[in-house]
């Protein structure tokens, strides 16, 4: 697959989802000249931890994309409530519609199906519905996968891995959280790249393929 020229969303139940799930990827796609738009549904202020600014998620993803490359253009940010997600469905879904009908994508990543978390299986059903004529691929948090669908790996490098772990250490508020720590980002990079014969890549959940 090849990415110069597509546009490409990611949508992110909360901020940091789209960087774990598919921070590297995105610095791949950046790389090869392609468009990419960040989609983040909530800043999380409900659980923003003590001693630091409600709005404190809004600013680290702002930074975190601003180092994977993305231009603060390309940033939406939404406010809804934490956990609650599912209670605001069809806004999430007419907000999504929206954004589909002003940039057409042709390959939107987002949670997989087998995604527990409910605000992540809240944005994974509302986004196919709203992005049914895309590609999509699901990405991969495997602390909330029961199982994951290795149908596609995207092939990195190490300095795009590098990215994704820059990327994540915006996230102040999140240090410490066993699946932000660079050993276990490196690590899940290196066996999706062993099954594949390459040293890094990503793998994810193949939802729908549209081939022109």
């Known amino acids: 697959m090849k990415f110069k020229g597509k546009k490409i969303v990611v949508l992110a139940p909360h901020t940091d989802d789209g960087e774990l799930g598919c921070g590297a990827t995105i610095a791949k796609i950046l790389d090869e000249g392609a468009s990419v738009y ?3 549904l909530s800043t999380a202020e409900q659980s923003v931890p003590e001693g ?3 709005n404190r998620l809004e600013i680290e993803v702002k930074e975190a994309t601003r180092a994977l490359g993305i231009p603060e253009s390309n940033l939406f940010i939404f406010k809804h409530e934490v956990r609650k997600l599912n209670y605001v469905r069809q806004e999430i879904l007419e907000g999504l519609v ?3 009908n002003n940039i057409q994508p042709d390959i939107v990543f987002l949670p997989s199906s087998k995604d527990i978390h409910q605000d992540h299986l809240t944005v994974m059903q ?8 895309s590609t999509i691929l699901g990405y991969e948090l495997i602390w909330n996968n029961l199982s994951f669908e290795t149908d596609c790996f995207i092939k990195i490098t190490q300095a795009q891995l590098d990215r994704k772990i820059a990327a994540l250490k915006c996230y102040k508020t999140q240090e410490g959280k066993a699946y932000m ?3 276990f980002i490196t690590s899940l990079a290196t066996v999706r790249g ?3 014969g ?3 890549a990503e793998a994810f959940e193949l939802i729908r393929w549209i081939i022109e």
């Open 52 to 54: 630091f600014p409600k």
């Open 98 to 100: 929206e954004i589909r």
């Open 194 to 196: 062993t099954q594949i």
């Open 38 to 40: 960040y989609v983040a």
């Open 198 to 200: 390459s040293e890094y």
């Open 126 to 133: 509302e986004g196919i519905r709203a992005f049914k004529y």
């Open 181 to 183: 720590d660079p050993k």
